[in-house]
């Protein structure tokens, strides 16, 4: 799989190429670990286009919290999804373009990685075959 803080690369539907990496954090004051996704645009190392953050906390578990593994992040109400994991990204990436194409604005900077993860996790269970689009993860 590659070092932790490599890039990636994700080619889009229309050709977009997309660069990403994970990578985790500790708060300097010794709060909750958190995990993020970096997605850079066109091959545009020099500056992210997004930096998806998940903080740990209550209900929430942000990579090796509670004995679980890199990447990993899980909300209260039971949304997983693994971060390394290219079709998870392309969900994310997906789920971004879709609000900026639908007229909200897409914060360039740190983007709270937990408002877009329901999003993520419905619209990636509709496209296991056999489940309805947008359907709600299984048990």
Known sequence: MGGRGRLRRLAGPDGELWWWRVGHRH????????????????GRTDRPAARLVFRGGPGRVAGSDAYSHSGLVIDEHGNTANLHLPSVVRAFVDEMRAR???????????????????????CAAGATPGV???SPPGP
């Open 27 to 42: 708060r300097p004051d010794g709060g909750p670990c958190q995990e993020t996704l970096v997605l850079y645009r066109d």
């Open 100 to 122: 900026e194409q639908a007229g909200g604005e897409v914060d360039r900077g740190e983007v709270d990685g937990w408002a877009l993860l329901p999003a993520v996790v419905r």
């Open 132 to 134: 309805p689009p947008c």
